[in-house]
């Protein structure tokens, strides 16, 4: 692993352990040119996606992308950031599960907005204003009006 500071290529792992949800190995390196420390995190990645985008450009599949769009969604929500991670490697665990290399940005919209919606209500609205361009409040209001009554 190359250092991010330094550059050097030949780093030291310090010390390794799993994440709490056990999903990937957070590693603690130092680098012995520049004495700076950084930490790495690694994930099992079962193959390369690459997402299609509406206007057919092909671009790599960016989990960091994809927990953003989450985290700001649901941000300011009585939700964990612990189970945020469990929320985007559940997607993460799907988008790779379809057996498909190259997958429609709406897949992976519709997908995000499925597993808001079963998380918290004010999220899936967030997350659908973006991903739909609500442009207006009659926008809300029409998208408000397809959501099933709260429980």
């Known amino acids: ?35 700076q420390r950084f930490t ?10 690459v997402v299609v985008k509406a206007d057919q450009r092909h ?32 997607i993460v665990r799907k988008l790779e599960a379809s057996g498909e290399a190259e997958i429609a940005s709406n897949e992976i919209g519709e997908l995000v907005m499925d597993t808001l919606k ?8 967030r997350f659908a204003s973006v991903y739909r361009d609500f442009r207006e409040a009659k926008d809300f209001k029409a998208f408000l009006g397809t959501m099933d009554p709260p429980k």
Do not use: H, W
């Open 40 to 49: 790495t995190i690694e994930r099992v990645q079962l193959r390369e996606l």
């Open 118 to 125: 079963e998380v918290d209500a004010v999220a899936y609205v």
């Open 59 to 90: 671009v790599a599949f960016d989990r960091d992308k994809l927990a953003r769009s989450v985290r700001i969604a649901l941000r300011k929500r009585p939700v964990e950031d612990e189970r945020i991670e469990r929320i985007v490697n559940g």
């Open 1 to 35: 692993m190359r250092c991010p500071f330094c550059g050097e290529a030949d780093t030291q792992v310090k010390d390794s352990r799993p994440t709490e949800d056990g999903s990937a190995i957070r590693r603690r390196r130092f680098c012995p040119q520049c004495s």
